[in-house]
């Protein structure tokens, strides 16, 4: 059997300007939280778009990508997903999840109401 490499784009880059990005990029991703508030302002279908190649691009087995997204624009099917996640929510919340689960999203006010599925411009 002959094995098959696959040459990389990647170019090196120097050790100062590697050590500069990844601390860059921890303190970007360090302050991404969790909202459950969202602006109904529209958003492009390109960025849409464009944000679901990035995502399809993670890595994989044997480097094919087998994601699936679905994307649900404003309109009824947004009513029947609100009241699937707020009904599988509330049995989460009254019998799946453990005391201390429950105690660490008192402070974050977190409950089976999800109206933002029916606010934001955009489900994926």
């Known amino acids: 059997m002959t094995e098959t490499r696959h040459s990389l784009d990647f170019t090196e880059k120097p050790l100062a300007?590697?050590?500069?990005?990844?601390?860059?990029?921890?303190?970007?991703?360090?302050?991404?939280?969790?909202?459950?508030?969202?602006?109904?302002?529209?958003?492009?279908?390109?960025?849409?778009?464009?944000?679901?190649l990035a995502a399809g691009t993670a890595p994989s087995g044997a480097n094919h990508q087998p994601?699936?997204?679905?994307v649900?624009?404003?309109g009824p099917l947004r009513?029947?997903?609100?009241?699937?996640?707020?009904?599988?929510?509330?049995?989460?919340?009254e019998s799946k999840a453990s005391p201390e689960w429950l105690e660490a999203l008192g402070p974050l006010g977190t409950d089976d109401h999800k109206p933002y599925i029916e606010i934001a411009p955009w489900i994926i």
């Open 67 to 70: 994601w699936h997204f679905t």
């Open 79 to 93: 009513t029947k997903l609100r009241k699937a996640a707020e009904a599988e929510e509330k049995a989460f919340y």
């Open 17 to 52: 300007e590697m050590t500069a990005e990844v601390k860059a990029f921890y303190e970007d991703l360090r302050k991404r939280r969790t909202v459950r508030e969202f602006s109904d302002r529209d958003v492009p279908n390109e960025i849409i778009e464009h944000a679901i």
């Open 72 to 74: 649900i624009g404003k």
